[in-house]
């Protein structure tokens, strides 16, 4: 099964901040990654799907990068609305697997 | 607009076994295929298996092979996935979410159904 661990676990931040996740496969997943927000008592929502391409809807602030093993989730301007958990997920290879998780929090 | 409406939240005992629905609408059901993702509580997601609404060929993790089957009802465009033998660990929220393309990405969650094992 293809591991996948994201940093940090979790982080506080400011609105306006630039915040930055990453996410590390086991093994190649080539760009087959993939980036979802969680709110607390929702189903999550896709952010970016292979590594780099926004979602239609999902706001020009949330950006994608990486390939191979190493990726990142960057969000350019923290807004109020972007408190939540971030998963990475792998869609290269079944068992599909989910990172850990990132809580971005209010500082 | 695009929908998966999920069943609502069930509780079983240790033992048993649970029957989540999945309805969907807002799309042509056969060109997508549907997976089943759960999240226990305060934990991070776990990919459980793929059904695919054509043919209802199924592939699954292999920790719930033998233990979860997944159906459909082309007519109802409705997928279901039933959890036998159940445990406290299998207390969690069950989503449903559609893909394009077999492996993903999951476009489209259903809201969750709670699932409640407890003696």
């Known amino acids: 099964d293809i591991q996948m661990t994201q940093s940090p676990s979790s982080l506080s931040a400011s609105v306006g901040d630039r915040v930055t996740i990453t996410c590390r496969a086991s093994?190649?997943?080539?760009?087959?990654l993939n980036w979802y927000q969680q709110k607390t008592g929702k189903a999550p929502k896709l952010l970016i799907y292979?590594?780099?391409s926004l979602q239609g809807g999902v706001p020009s602030r949330f950006s994608g990068s990486g390939s191979g093993t190493d990726f990142t989730l960057t969000i350019g301007s923290l807004q109020p609305e972007d408190f939540a958990t971030y998963y990475c997920?792998?869609?290269?290879?079944?068992?599909?697997?989910f990172g850990g998780g990132t809580k971005v929090e209010i500082k | 607009q695009v929908r998966l409406l999920q069943s609502g939240a069930e509780v079983k005992k240790p033992g048993a076994s649970v029957k989540v629905s999945c309805k969907a609408s807002?799309?042509?059901?056969?060109?997508?295929?549907l997976h089943w993702v759960r999240q226990a509580p305060g934990q991070g997601l776990e990919w459980m298996g793929i059904?695919?609404?054509?043919?209802?060929?199924?592939r699954f993790a292999q920790k719930f092979q033998g233990r979860v089957a997944m159906t459909r009802d082309t007519s109802a465009s409705t997928v279901y996935m039933e959890v036998s033998s159940l445990n406290s660990d299998d207390t969690a929220v069950y989503y449903c979410?559609?893909?394009?393309?077999?492996?993903?990405?999951?476009?489209?969650w259903g809201q969750g159904t709670l699932v409640t094992v407890s003696s």
């Open positions: 093994q190649t997943i080539d760009s087959y």
């Open positions: 807002g799309y042509t059901f056969t060109s997508y295929y």
């Open positions: 997920q792998q869609s290269y290879s079944t068992p599909l697997t």
């Open positions: 292979d590594a780099s």
């Open positions: 979410a559609r893909v394009r393309t077999e492996l993903g990405p999951f476009d489209y």
């Open positions: 059904i695919n609404p054509t043919g209802g060929t199924t």
